[in-house]
């Protein structure tokens, strides 16, 4: 008690008094709160707790000791950032003494120390000692799991602020944890004592000449055998306790010449969750691995692997074995060898060509795919293995190829010889001399074409793939190799009739090989892929997103630019407008032509051409597209005999009308500075034909080309005139007609269009659509107009198509607009809040953060309100504004955590599946709040997210998993 004594104190209160006896001798729990919020609020200090204390420490029955000695453990978890460094020795002192004392008062002590752990005023060498104390005294595994937990929590603490001190013990340190941790069985436990084992060596504490014994408290859990109980409250998994083992087992090569041969052992095992973590442990291992460890083990793990290879009857376990075979190998190519050093790659990799290269060759060919996919995992693992094991493999499948004569023995074939060409990809090589396939180019090429001509569909199949590989691989194909291969793959996509699965390879093919070679593609396939258009949508979309790719690589080639401007966008304004024109009988290429997805695919390649042309370029395609859509002249398109006059604006079908989308794609991807002919009818006849009520489609993509244009004119007369012949249109279609709808998608693109480039009109434009807000007709319409009004659009007002979108113009739309929607908000009857909820929250959600942040203490109300809006759209989007802020503004949000908590619990149940699982991604965020506010959430938390684990769909589970794990672990030591 001379400790005790120290501590100079002036007399206790009564009322401390009372509430001490209260605890103590009463047995009641409410008290130690009481006292600790006194303290905080400066009514006693600690050293007047420990007077009042003194009877209770000093009385001789250990129970009565414990009880006083909790109340001042209690006091000090939750006061211990108020203690002074002079009352942290004393406190300290006094501790250690009672580690001596009876086995009951220990557990309260310990939690002493853990709050004296948490201290910032802790003197330097007190941590030593408290752990030194520890280390003589406590026989830890002997204590309750809660017991041992704090010494864990203990050591943990000290080990992330006294490091330096902690390392000045040496290996005792290591040592000494090493006694705590010794037969550990709690996972709740081994999950913080695994993690100190790894900051052990990770944080480089001397290890000393325990370096085995740290090793074998921590292998003998290995492989982990665990089994959650039902209903377990904690939430770990066993593959939690599986990852943070292997952390620490693959954490240093020291533990390499133990761990091996154990490794070795449980591979060769019968259990197969043995061989599988014995397989994962080694490819972690083999990233801190070198030649000098895995030396002496190489024959017996390439053996085990090996067996589990050929012989497992577990795509697991193949493929796990497979993978720890790709990290020995690349550990191997990692390693710097002297020049008197035994290359262990090379005798590595020969051993493996020794023991599976004859399986190539069987008649039989009952190994040939386990032998090939050994080689690839070996050989994917480095350039220099690649080069090893492709030298010697493709001679002898390019022999086996020619000896077989079926064409499912060549498919196979080709397939392991594909497998080795794609490994090649992954590897650059400055010479091309020093490239290994170049010396097998022409036996390749022949190959291919051979495959591709055979009456087997699957061995095409394998063909063009094949085909794909060797045209990225540089300077493999020659001209004459590059002609005979677009060749092949336009009468596959197109000639053969037999198969679709190799119509939509030849296709994918053709897209990915026109990236690489534009000019070739541009000239050979762009024509022949046009004349083809009119099969099926998906064919078609297929073929749009091929020339689309042509397109892009067009971009950088002025040859191939002209060419697909001359040739491709001819072709396929050619075939839209021959779909569009009235037939009597209904034709595939109408159907299919004139259908929104394919139409949108068409945008795409239109687009897409238009934004890098030259100003020669631009004014030659404009002087001739704009005349199409405004007049009818046809003169251009190629076969340009159709059955009447195409004319989209004056009075055509509604199929002419839907072509409005292919104009759009072109003239709103013109640079800036290019001049649109006839610009004035052109803008007349947008307007009009964007509220026109009997196509809505067209309507729209009109609204959308004049929004475009508009956005890029100059400020001035011309721009004024359409704006007013806008605004006059939007008035006129809003009152009660037949085409409010219509005149709202104006409304919202013109203003868009305005928005992005600062135009001043555009306050009084959102003004409008705010007022909208309230109409029981277009109020939800209006909300998500917001959305559009804050998002990037993909076909028009881009920069990539060089609309003029100034910097920041989010952060200037809610400055400007934000207090007009939280005070219409708030004046707005209850029928409609929602719509305003609806607006602010897709806002904030697509607002910058550091933007958002200033704001949010005025804003958080509304959006917590708008998470009970019945609409879930509203609740996503609230959700998804919510999540970065629990993390980014933390201490604003704790300020919220009972309302975040329920609702965020309370969505988690929610019909709509997206909304589950952004609420549960919340409440995963919020732990991230501090600490303290949270912890008397985690029992309720815990129970409720139980519920969605049993969720019917996976996504919704896993997350479930997620955030029930992270609020499992509040509050634990190094969380």
Not at 51 to 75: D, F, H, K, M, W
Not at 516 to 529: D, N, Q
Not at 896 to 908: A, G, I, M, R, Y
């Amino acid at each position: 008690m001379a400790a005790a004594a120290a501590l100079e104190a002036v007399a206790p209160t009564g009322a401390l008094w009372g509430l001490v006896q209260d605890f103590v001798m009463g047995q009641q729990e409410g008290p130690a709160d009481q006292v600790a919020a006194d303290v905080k609020s400066g009514s006693y200090t600690v050293l007047q707790v420990v007077e009042a204390l003194g009877s209770s420490l000093e009385n001789p029955e250990p129970r009565t000791r414990a009880r006083g000695i909790q109340l001042l453990s209690q006091v000090l978890l939750q006061c211990h950032s108020l203690l002074l460094e002079k009352e942290v020795i004393h406190l300290i002192l006094f501790y250690e003494n009672r580690l001596k004392d009876h086995h009951l008062v220990i557990p309260s002590v310990l939690q002493g120390l853990r709050a004296l752990s948490l201290c910032m005023a802790l003197p330097p060498g007190l941590a030593v000692s408290v752990l030194k104390a520890i280390f003589q005294e406590v026989h830890v595994q002997s204590l309750p799991q809660v017991d041992r937990h704090t010494v864990y929590s203990i050591i943990t603490n000290f080990m992330r602020t006294r490091e330096e001190e902690l390392k000045g013990l040496g290996a005792d340190f290591t040592f000494g944890f090493i006694q705590v941790m010794d037969g550990e069985k709690d996972p709740r436990n081994l999950l913080v004592a695994f993690r100190i084992v790894h900051d052990l060596i990770s944080r480089d504490y001397s290890l000393g000449p325990f370096v085995e014994e740290l090793f074998e408290v921590t292998s003998c859990y290995f492989p982990i055998d665990f089994t959650p109980p039902p209903n377990d409250p904690y939430g770990i998994q066993r593959e939690d306790l599986i990852l943070s083992l292997r952390a620490v087992l693959a954490s240093t090569p020291r533990f390499a010449e133990f761990l091996l041969p154990l490794l070795i052992e449980k591979v060769d095992s019968e259990i197969l969750s043995a061989k599988l973590d014995s397989l994962q442990t080694l490819t972690a291992c083999c990233a801190v691995y070198g030649q000098k460890e895995l030396k002496d083990f190489l024959p017996s793990l390439w053996a085990s692997i090996r067996r589990e290879v050929f012989q497992t009857a577990s795509e697991r376990v193949e493929a796990d074995g497979l993978a720890a075979l790709h990290s020995l190998t690349a550990c191997l190519s990692r390693s710097v060898l002297r020049a008197d050093a035994e290359d262990l790659l090379d005798s590595f990799l020969s051993n493996i060509l020794q023991d599976c290269r004859h399986h190539l060759c069987e008649p039989d060919m009952k190994l040939v795919w386990p032998s090939a996919k050994l080689l690839q995992a070996a050989a994917g693992a480095s350039a220099r293995a690649c080069d090893h094991i492709t030298s010697n493999v493709l001679p002898l499948l390019l022999e086996q190829f020619h000896k077989h004569s079926q064409s499912n023995q060549r498919r196979t074939i080709l397939e392991m010889m594909l497998g080795f060409l794609k490994l090649h990809q992954k590897w650059s090589y400055e010479d091309k001399d020093e490239r290994p396939l170049n010396g097998f180019r022409d036996q390749l090429c022949s190959l291919v074409f051979m495959a591709l001509t055979d009456p087997s569909t699957q061995l095409q199949l394998v063909g063009i793939r094949t085909l794909a590989v060797l045209g990225a691989q540089p300077d493999l194909l020659s001209s004459g190799d590059l002609e005979l291969a677009v060749g092949h793959l336009y009468r596959l996509s197109f000639l053969e009739e037999d198969s679709q699965s190799c119509r939509a390879a030849a296709l994918e093919a053709s897209g990915a090989l026109a990236t690489l070679y534009p000019v070739a593609f541009s000239s050979h396939l762009v024509p022949k892929l046009a004349e083809e258009l009119g099969r099926g949508t998906n064919e078609v979309i297929a073929v749009c997103q091929s020339l689309q790719q042509v397109a892009e690589k067009c971009q950088q080639d002025p040859e191939s630019c002209w060419y697909f401007h001359q040739t491709a966008v001819p072709c396929l304004l050619a075939l839209a407008v021959q779909a569009s024109m009235p037939e009597k009988e209904h034709s595939v290429l109408r159907k299919v032509l004139l259908e929104d997805e394919v139409l949108a695919a068409m945008v795409s390649v239109i687009g897409t051409a238009t934004t890098h042309l030259s100003p020669d370029l631009a004014a030659q395609s404009v002087a001739r597209i704009v005349p199409l859509f405004l007049d009818g002249n046809v003169s251009f398109l190629p076969e340009n005999s159709f059955p009447c006059r195409f004319q989209p604006f004056q009075n055509g079908s509604s199929g002419q009308r839907r072509l409005v989308a292919l104009l759009m794609a072109f003239v709103c991807s013109l640079p800036r500075n290019v001049e649109i002919p006839q610009l004035n009818q052109l803008m007349r006849e947008l307007v009009e034909l964007s509220c026109c009520p009997s196509c809505p489609s067209s309507s729209t993509a009109a609204a959308k080309c004049f929004a475009g244009l508009l956005n890029k004119l100059p400020t001035g007369q011309q721009l004024d005139e359409f704006l007013q012949l806008a605004v006059d249109k939007v008035e006129a279609g809003l009152s009660p007609g037949p085409y409010r709808s219509q005149a709202f998608t104006l409304l919202l693109w013109v203003t868009k269009a305005l928005v992005l480039r600062y135009h001043p009109l555009s306050s009084c434009l959102t003004d409008q659509l705010m007022g909208l807000l309230g109409d029981p007709e277009l109020g939800p319409a209006a909300a998500d107009g917001f959305s559009l009004l804050m998002s990037d659009c993909t076909d028009v007002l881009t920069r990539a198509g060089h609309a003029e979108v100034r910097i920041m113009f989010r952060q200037r739309f809610f400055t400007d607009n934000v207090p007009a929607l939280v005070q219409g908000f708030h004046a707005a009857s209850q029928d409609v809040k929602p719509n305003y909820l609806k607006g602010l929250s897709h806002v904030l959600n697509r607002l910058p953060k550091p933007v958002l942040l200033p704001e949010l203490p005025t804003l958080l109300s509304l959006l917590l309100e708008a998470l009970s809006c019945s609409d879930s759209v509203v609740q996503l989007s609230t959700l998804s504004c919510l999540q970065p802020l629990l993390l980014e503004a933390p201490q604003v949000m704790s300020l919220h955590v009972d309302t975040l908590v329920t609702k965020f619990l309370n969505l988690s149940s929610s019909p709509s599946m997206a909304v589950r699982i952004a609420a549960l991604q919340c409440m995963h965020a919020l732990t991230r709040l501090p600490t303290p506010v949270l912890l008397p959430y985690k029992p309720q938390v815990i129970r409720a997210l139980a519920k969605p684990l049993d969720d019917k769909k996976r996504l919704v589970r896993k997350e479930a998993v997620s955030a029930r794990g992270e609020w499992f672990l509040l509050g634990s030591p190094g969380s």
